[in-house]
């Protein structure tokens, strides 16, 4: 599996960005795909997953009500809406996909993804 993310860029706090991930290699409706982000001197924080239909999302709790991570499975994409950023936003946003199940809040987690696109940069300006 490939993973293609977009769409990062610098804005100022309180704007908005839309991520999107372009997946290729295998059948897009049988990955569950999430969002992770790295800031500086930090480890990988969850960000928000989808499962394969979209029916079922999580966030983590620093982004709820705020970001809204969305799939279309016709055209491979997952999107990751990013509204009211914080300067504390400012990180490196990863794309990640897994086949494994069950989709549920216990499975959304770093090690659970198998595969991982390059990141972008979202830099976020007081």
């Known amino acids: 599996v490939q993973l293609q993310a977009s769409g990062g860029g610098l804005v100022q706090a309180g704007g908005s960005l839309r991520l999107s991930c372009a997946a290729s290699g295998r059948t897009f409706s049988s990955l569950v795909m999430g969002w992770f982000r790295r800031s500086p001197g930090k480890g990988r924080d969850r960000v928000a997953s989808i499962s394969w239909s979209g029916d079922s999302t999580y966030y983590g709790d620093s982004v709820k009500g705020r970001f809204t991570i969305s799939r279309d499975n016709a055209k491979n994409t997952v999107y990751l809406q990013m509204n009211s950023l914080k300067p504390e936003d400012t990180a490196v946003y990863y794309c990640?996909?897994?086949?494994?199940?069950?989709?549920?809040?216990?499975?959304?987690?770093?090690?659970?993804?198998?595969?991982w696109g390059q990141g972008t940069q979202v830099t976020v300006s007081s």
């Open positions: 990640a996909a897994s086949t494994r199940g069950p989709y549920n809040s216990r499975s959304f987690r770093e090690d659970n993804y198998e595969y």
